[in-house]
């Protein structure tokens, strides 16, 4: 397993991507409405026998896998859940629990 590179997100939000040898991430930020909570999208592709882990964040996030599948591991207390995802599923996650 090789570190993921620096977080390229700074306190402005903008949209941004990277891409490494595991796949791209892209992180798309729409203009805000009526929120002062600017909403964004993230859209990863992660080519076959790669890692992605240590997603902690501060709000309700959905998973949905567009194409192809993945296993997906959510550490609940000291409890790792897996289980497989496939196209049109979502997978909720909680503020605050890792998957």
Do not use: W
Request: charged share 20%.
């Amino acid at each position: 397993m090789t570190p993921a590179p620096e977080n390229p997100l700074d306190a402005s939000g903008e949209s941004f991507h990277f891409t490494d040898e595991r796949g791209t991430y892209q992180h798309l930020a729409f203009t805000p409405g009526s929120s002062r909570v600017r909403p964004y999208v993230n859209v990863l592709f992660t080519k076959a026998g790669n890692l992605r882990s240590g997603d902690i964040h501060q709000c309700e996030q959905h998973n949905v896998v567009l194409y192809g599948h993945c296993e997906l591991t959510q550490v609940l207390g000291a409890c790792p859940c897996k289980g497989n995802a496939r196209p049109a599923e979502c997978v909720p996650l909680q503020a605050g629990e890792r998957l």
